[in-house]
């Protein structure tokens, strides 16, 4: 399979498009977690939050493309994100349990 690299994400043939960010810290296993951060920031941040939920979306990309080296040689940022995308996930499914998208 081949692969292009284009920034945050790479491109996997036949197109499956992976956020590394989300693969350095999560692991393999990151697919589950990706669709569910993917449905919240198109369906709350992207569509409810107007100006301010694409800023921030802007911001997570930027600043994920600058930090996925780092994070990749440091451990220590690794957990830390971990345990940062570990709340925001059960944040965001309590959220969606709660029918609010």
């Not at 989300?22 to 107007?50: A, Q």
Request: charged share 20%; glycine share 8%; net charge positive.
């Amino acid at each position: 399979m081949g692969q292009a690299s284009s920034g945050l994400f790479i491109v996997q043939n036949p197109y499956v498009p992976v956020c590394l960010m989300t693969e350095v810290v999560v692991g393999s296993s990151y697919e589950r977690t990706l669709d569910v951060f993917r449905r919240f920031r198109d369906n709350v941040l992207l569509s409810r939050l107007g100006r301010a939920g694409s800023i921030a979306t802007e911001v997570y990309y930027k600043l994920g493309g600058v930090l996925v080296p780092y994070v990749r040689r440091h451990s220590f940022l690794r957990r830390i994100l971990l345990l940062l995308y570990g709340l925001l996930y059960k944040a965001v499914i309590a959220l969606r349990r709660e029918g609010l998208f």
